[in-house]
């Protein structure tokens, strides 16, 4: 089960609403081998596009250098989808590389519905997981 507090759920949702119509993406970072998503990072989707996303390759390298200097890691690697369910491409699953992380996907297909899941993904096998909102970071610990 992924759990993470409100104002960081707020802000995912949110990013993904300020960069339909094309895919948002980011990451949110806790304290390595916590399973605690802490610090949200809201990233460039340097494809630009409605139907695919991809970390900018320089921000990448610089957002993964400061996990490893605070001895993070992402706990939440997050992206939208802008026309389909919040459910994991052939194309997001192969791109999983994280096999700790929580894939949270948010669709913004509907304007007026929040759609968030998540999901883990190992060796190209999707589960989804429940995801439980609280109200501060405290209690994702």
Known sequence: MLTIDQATYDAIVAHARRDHPDEACGIVAGPAGSDSPRRFVPMTNA????????FDPQEQLAVWREMDDRDEEPVVIY???TSTEAYPSRT???LAMEPGAHYVLVSTRDEDTVEVRSYRIVDAVVTEEDVSVVASADATE
């Not at 494809?47 to 991809?54: A, H, Q």
């Open 47 to 54: 494809e630009r596009s409605p139907t695919f996303f991809r």
């Open 79 to 81: 992206h939208s989808h």
């Open 92 to 94: 997001d699953i192969s």
